[in-house]
């Protein structure tokens, strides 16, 4: 074979490798495609993102080689493991969560890797937008702040103040709070606020708000908190005072209700972009998305626990999460 024609079958070469990637070839056994999924910590709401995109992804039929990996609540390790990815090479990289995508940029940002987020509440506000993230496109968990007070209305139309946790380093729990705040100085609603740097500082927290007047508590997707719910509803419900989310994961593990993030809808848009990227779109014509759909749900052993009767009015507008005395509820 001659120089120029090793060039050419090199180039080819390179080219069907490509299309194998992309999903273009109709070959038997195309190339795998190696997905990187990492996310800040484990806890129900990231681990049902990350499952439900694994799970998307291997129905496709597609070749995908992918690996999970998690900081295990220490953002600081975020940067390195994505490092690490990058050494091993990888195709596509799926940071879950605020702090994964900012750090996935900070080592895949003005590559040709394409990054595509899951639940981060304010793309812009966390710099995954504009021309420095042509390669980042994702999907967006922001929830409308007029839903949560809707929500505390629902279920205590006659509240008179909210109180809002958060957590002060988490970007996407921070926008959600500052947005709701927002609302209530817009509408005249009394609220009162406190933030968490570590769950240790939760207990306190909690009692700090409880000391203000507040008859209702909110935090938004927060995975500092949601890691942490027994400890935020021992404290709160031995006050009486209900607990509203902004995930279905945390009222599964004790909040009283959420409007708000369907984790499951979540990770099939996630792996619905993704397998968009495998065919051949660039990241930079598809602009990053919202839910299509919020949660309603309720959980009848936290109503009990608050002695709170609701009503079927109530009832019917929510998806009943938990039994209550052997009886099943079923919203719309």
């Known amino acids: 074979m001659n120089k120029h024609k090793r060039i050419v079958s090199s180039a080819l070469a390179a080219a069907f490798g490509l299309a194998a990637i992309i999903g273009l070839s109709g070959t038997a056994s195309p190339a795998k495609i190696r997905v990187a999924i990492v996310q800040p910590m484990s806890h129900k709401s990231l681990d049902q993102i990350r499952d439900t ?60 890797t394409p990054i595509i987020f899951a639940a981060v509440s304010d793309p812009v506000a966390a710099g995954l937008t504009g021309e420095d993230s042509k390669n980042i496109t994702g999907v967006s968990n922001s929830i409308p702040s007029a839903k949560i007070v809707q929500l505390v209305s629902d279920f205590q139309p006659k509240y008179k103040k909210i109180g809002f946790l958060y957590t002060s380093s988490e970007t996407n729990s921070v926008s959600t709070i500052k947005a709701a705040k927002a609302y ?17 500082d939760l207990q306190a927290a909690v009692n700090s708000l409880l000391s203000k007047g507040v008859d209702a508590l909110y935090t938004g997707n927060d995975n500092s908190i949601a890691s942490a719910m027994p400890t935020y509803t021992d404290a709160a419900y031995s006050k009486g005072v209900p607990i509203y989310c902004g995930a279905d994961s945390m009222v599964a593990d004790g909040g009283l209700a959420t409007i708000g993030i369907d984790y499951v809808q979540l990770g099939k848009q996630v792996a619905a972009l993704v397998l968009k990227v495998v065919d051949g779109s660039a990241p930079s014509s598809l602009p990053y998305e919202t839910l299509s759909g919020y949660a309603k749900l309720v959980n009848l052993q936290a109503a009990d626990k608050l002695k709170l009767t609701l009503s079927e009015a109530v009832l019917k507008n929510y998806k009943v999460l938990v039994e209550k005395n052997g009886t099943s509820h079923f919203g719309k």
């Not at 129905?59 to 390195?80: C, K, M, P, W, Y």
């Not at 209530?184 to 240790?200: M, Q």
């Open 53 to 112: 995109i694994v799970a998307g992804l291997k129905a496709s039929g597609r070749n995908f080689e992918i690996v999970t990996q998690d900081a295990h609540g220490d953002s600081s390790s975020l940067a390195t493991i994505f490092q690490n990815v990058k050494n091993k090479g990888v195709d596509i990289v799926v940071p879950i969560a605020t702090p994964s995508a900012q750090s996935a940029k900070s080592v895949f940002g003005g590559t040709k």
């Open 184 to 200: 209530c100085d817009k509408n005249g609603i009394a609220y009162a606020e406190a933030s968490i740097a570590a769950v240790t």
